[in-house]
């Protein structure tokens, strides 16, 4: 059974980082675009980044561009999301998720596999 889990999330105040982590199991992770998306409260969930499965293309989202970055280490079947110069308008719950050979999708839907989400909130 494929398995997302997250981890990195909490309370940060606005300037400050945070860096998420991904670790994948029980699937390829060489053949899967991996994608960062959130969802604020009352909100629908949104594109942050993703990872193309080869050719090391990444895709942000206009919100955080110059300010997250996308990284992945197949060898350790993990993707992070280091996030800078964090806002408010950055809280929310943050999801990994998993394309197999998608092309860096923004829509959800594209996504098969989801981890649980964990939180980053960021106070003014």
């Known amino acids: 059974q494929v398995q997302l889990v997250e981890s990195g999330g909490g309370l940060v105040q606005a300037g400050g980082s945070l860096r998420l982590s991904c670790a994948a199991s029980?699937?390829?992770?060489?053949?899967?675009?991996m994608g960062w998306f959130r969802q604020a409260p009352g909100k629908e969930r949104e594109f942050v980044a993703a990872?193309?499965?080869?050719?090391?293309?990444?895709y942000y989202a206009d919100s955080v561009k110059g300010r997250f970055t996308i990284s992945r280490d197949n060898a350790k079947n993990t993707v992070y999301l280091q996030m800078n110069s964090l806002k408010p308008e950055d809280t929310a719950v943050y999801y990994c998720?998993?394309?197999?050979?998608?092309?860096?999708?923004?829509?959800?839907?594209?996504?098969?596999?989801w981890g649980q989400g964990t939180q980053v909130t960021v106070s003014s």
């Open positions: 998720a998993a394309d197999q050979y998608g092309d860096g999708s923004m829509v959800t839907s594209d996504y098969k596999h």
């Open positions: 029980q699937l390829p992770f060489r053949t899967y675009t």
């Open positions: 990872s193309r499965w080869s050719g090391g293309m990444t």
